[in-house]
């Protein structure tokens, strides 16, 4: 496996990963709003959900950039997403 193709697959599951979070955000947040005794309650679950599914947007928003610049690396910068990735 090249090492454009490690990355590729790391950023692509990190990516997969972060899409299951924001359905699972949202499904809890409609368990929650159906408990929600009050509109008070409501409305902040929803500004709580809110900022926490443009989290991970945001952060889906990266991985996707770091895809891209994957794509268009050189075997060197490679090697350093790839740390910065893997850890």
């Not at 991970?56 to 268009?72: C, H, M, P, S, V």
């Amino acid at each position: 496996m090249s090492m454009f193709d490690a990355i590729s697959k790391t950023i692509e599951t990190k990516i997969d990963e972060l899409s299951e979070q924001v359905e699972a955000e949202q499904a809890e947040a409609d368990r929650k709003m159906a408990e929600a005794e009050s509109d008070k309650a409501r409305a902040n679950l929803q500004a709580e959900v809110k900022a926490n599914v443009e989290t991970l947007k945001g952060k889906i928003d990266d991985a996707r950039r770091d895809l891209e610049d994957a794509r268009n690396a050189g075997e060197e910068h490679l090697k350093e997403m790839y740390e910065r990735l893997v850890g």
